[in-house]
């Protein structure tokens, strides 16, 4: 069975900085590309970060390039969400997903609340 | 950039009733769409990609169709489990990706 277990989100001071972990179990995680989605609270479902099997490639929303960094430890199974210069906006439930394109399995999410 | 439009954004119906729900693309996604279901407090849960293919163990009641930027997805008789909100996403415009606003199912 395919679990995805997020973890790393809190409370956390805007301008802060908070990184994001998302192990992998059941299922041959270097051979699979993954995702980061957001949802905001009582809104819709955000596409935030994307990475290759490898981690050769990375793809970023626009509301987060330059801010954000995604990553990979295919030796831990888990991937990475770096969030830095971290604004009200922010806040949202992460999600980290299989696959690129279309997203066939999800975790449970982790809560940021990005609040002074 | 693709912009991804659902309609309704609510919608009430009853268990048997037959539902459909349509999403609309700012541009051609030549197919690249996909659904998904969430339910309160959950993740969300792939249903149909590449506009009419289902994911592993979803029930057939729910069907997709459409082409260039108007798809939608059907659901035949609905059944109790099936109330959630629903979110149409493409992927033509790859590596960058967008999801509509979701359909709220509700019960009558």
């Known amino acids: 069975e395919v679990q995805l277990l997020e973890s790393g989100g809190g409370l956390v001071q805007p301008g802060g900085s908070l990184r994001l972990s998302c192990v992998a179990s059941?299922?041959?995680?270097?051979?699979?590309?993954m995702t980061w989605v957001r949802q905001a609270p009582g809104r819709g479902l955000e596409w935030v970060s994307g990475?290759?099997?490898?981690?050769?490639?990375?793809y970023y929303a626009d509301s987060v390039k330059g801010r954000f960094a995604i990553s990979r430890d295919n030796s831990k199974n888990t991937l990475y969400l770096q969030l830095n210069t971290l604004t009200a906006e922010d806040t949202a439930i992460y999600y980290c997903?299989?696959?690129?394109?279309?997203?066939?399995?999800w975790g449970q999410g982790t809560l940021v609340t990005v609040s002074s | 950039d693709i912009q991804m439009t659902q309609s309704p954004s609510s919608l009430s119906a009853s268990v048997g009733d037959r539902v459909t729900i349509t999403c609309r693309a700012s541009q051609d996604i030549s197919n690249d769409l996909a659904w998904y279901q969430q339910k309160p407090g959950k993740a969300p849960k792939l249903l149909l990609y590449a506009t009419s293919r289902l994911d592993s163990g979803v029930p057939s009641r729910f069907s997709g169709s459409g082409s260039g930027t108007d798809y939608t997805l059907t659901i035949s008789s609905l059944q109790p489990e099936d109330f959630a909100t629903y979110y149409c996403q493409q992927y033509s415009s790859t590596p960058v990706y967008s999801f509509a606003q979701g359909t709220k199912l509700e019960i009558k």
């Open positions: 990475m290759s099997v490898t981690g050769d490639r990375t």
């Open positions: 059941g299922f041959t995680f270097d051979t699979y590309a």
């Open positions: 997903a299989t696959r690129l394109y279309y997203f066939d399995n």
